[in-house]
């Protein structure tokens, strides 16, 4: 297969890219794949005018991803435009600033295959035409979709977990003695639930003061408590000892459509404790494999951190569950799902 892949990528990681990178790397080597990224995505204005340009400047040469690997070939474009790529047969994309433009491409571009693993396209749904085929991230998502657009053609494909790389590497298991978190910024994070995070850190210090805390991010802010040591997250491997120096793993989300970091713990030899957000139940079981929580319910998720830390036997068995579940959620095989997918696409027409 021929595939394009539209994709935004930037300077710094972005966990919506990080899926959609991971399945083209294990699909390169059987299909011929490019990843286009334009320096103006269909934006109007001076600024998007002047990006547009350097776009135009730097057209076909190949742009570097620093944060993680990247097996595909990324050129540069001025705009998603039809004329700035290669006839194709699927082009795949996920923004849904692309929709309109994308479905008006000649058929030569191929089948028309958008990625929808935002939650956000559920407060002011958007039209979508029917030759747009939506392939969902999680169970979640999945069923919102089919009562949003019942015209459409829907796959299931979750996202997965590079387990070659996030590995436990030598960990060991005693007892637990740190409590992890990655932590979001910027205006448009409050739904991951940082605050409650950091509150449930203050009462489990309380309680254990001998524990250590960590939190992973891109840039350490003045609102990380003092006791909580910051860990750079810029790069894979940076998000790697993060993982490997956490015991236990805490994601506080009040909504997503499909977290990676407790995949990523989880694939670590963390003991995860995670809210009942989409996606979670898809690949994790309550008290088999991971510890879910109500959304928001502070008392619940300090709760269930102390239940691990006083009863190390269960933190063993949690975090070793876990790990040996999540194998099945690894790259290789979920890059073959959507594989299945593709080809189900173009011969259905």
């Known amino acids: 297969m021929k595939i394009n892949v539209l994709l935004n990528l930037g300077k710094k990681p972005s ?22 990224k334009a320096y103006n995505p269909n934006k109007k ?35 998603y435009s039809e004329k700035w790529i290669r006839d194709a047969d699927i082009t ?22 958008m990625r929808v693993s935002n939650i956000h396209i559920f407060d002011s749904p958007i039209r979508i035409p029917e030759n747009i085929v939506l392939v969902p991230s999680s169970t979640t998502v999945y069923e919102k979709l089919k009562i949003l657009y019942p015209g459409h053609k829907i796959y299931r494909v979750g996202n997965g977990v590079n387990c070659e790389f996030f590995s436990p590497g030598n960990r060991t298991y005693d007892r637990p003695v740190s409590l992890g ?35 992973a991010g891109l840039k350490k802010q003045r609102n990380i408590p003092a006791f909580v040591e910051f860990i750079d997250g810029l790069t894979s491997n940076g998000m790697l000892q993060f993982y490997r120096k956490t015991d236990i793993f805490l994601y506080p989300s009040l909504a997503d459509a499909w977290p990676n970091p407790p995949m990523e713990a989880m694939a670590c030899g963390c003991a995860v404790v995670t809210t009942d957000i989409g996606g979670v139940r898809d690949f994790a079981k309550d008290r088999e494999t991971a510890i879910i929580c109500t959304p928001g319910d502070i008392e619940e998720l300090t709760m269930a951190v102390e ?8 933190w063993v068995k949690l975090a070793k569950n876990g790990n040996i579940a999540i194998q099945k959620f690894d790259y290789t095989l979920q890059a073959k799902t959507l594989e299945k997918v593709f080809y189900e696409i173009l011969s259905t027409g």
Not at 60 to 71: P, V
Not at 307 to 314: A, D, Q, R
Request: net charge positive; with cysteine.
């Open 45 to 79: 204005g001076c600024e998007y005018f002047l990006r547009e340009m350097i776009g135009f400047l730097l057209k076909g040469r190949k742009f570097t991803l620093n944060w993680m690997e990247c097996k595909v070939p990324v050129l540069i474009i001025p705009r």
């Open 307 to 314: 239940h691990l830390i006083t009863h190390p036997e269960f």
């Open 181 to 215: 978190m990655v932590f979001y910024e910027g205006e448009h994070s409050q739904h991951k639930g940082v605050d409650i995070g950091f509150e449930v850190m203050k009462r489990i210090k309380g309680k254990f003061p001998y524990l250590r805390f960590f939190v």
């Open 15 to 36: 966990g919506a890219l990080r899926p959609i990178i991971e399945f083209f790397n294990n699909l390169t080597k059987d299909h011929d794949i490019v990843i286009y």
């Open 92 to 113: 795949f994309f996920r923004s849904s600033n692309l929709i309109g433009d994308v479905s008006n491409w000649s058929t030569g571009k191929g089948k028309k295959v």
